[in-house]
């Protein structure tokens, strides 16, 4: 290896996330990247959980009775999945198509993602040329 080569991340950001969950580094590209999201619920999703509970409460209380306090349930679970899902479509590097998840699973079909991946950068790259 050259003494004058750095092994530094293939893109700087200048922008940085405010209160990221996450910083890290791709561990194929080596681009630093950072996660708004996080695949759990925080202190401020069960205060949003525990509102739109009350609020639904409160409008369908006259029409269904004690059953709409079971919509604290249904609430609870579209925030668990709404949550997951923002934290998936974040988890491919936007750089290098790598996705962690897919790699944890199957490390050939990883593979053949960023594979993809590269290809459509390429045909988007003779398209716009």
């Known amino acids: 290896m050259k003494s004058g080569m750095s092994l530094g ?14 910083l890290f580094y791709c561990p194929l590209c080596r681009t630093e990247r950072a996660m708004l999201y996080s695949p759990r619920l925080g202190q401020r999703q069960y205060i949003q959980i525990a509102i739109s509970t009350l609020f639904l409460n409160l409008l369908l209380y006259p029409v269904m009775g004690f059953r709409a306090l079971f919509l604290g349930f249904l609430v609870w679970g579209s925030y ?6 923002l934290f998936k479509r974040e988890v491919p590097c936007p750089h290098c198509g790598f996705d962690a998840t897919t790699y944890k699973r199957d490390v050939k079909s990883s593979r053949k ?17």
């Open 9 to 22: 991340p293939l893109v700087t950001r200048v922008y940085r996330y405010k209160n990221p969950s996450k």
């Open 80 to 85: 668990e999945m709404g949550v997951r899902v």
């Open 113 to 129: 993602e960023v594979e993809l991946f590269w290809q459509n950068q390429q045909e988007q790259a003779e398209v716009s040329s």
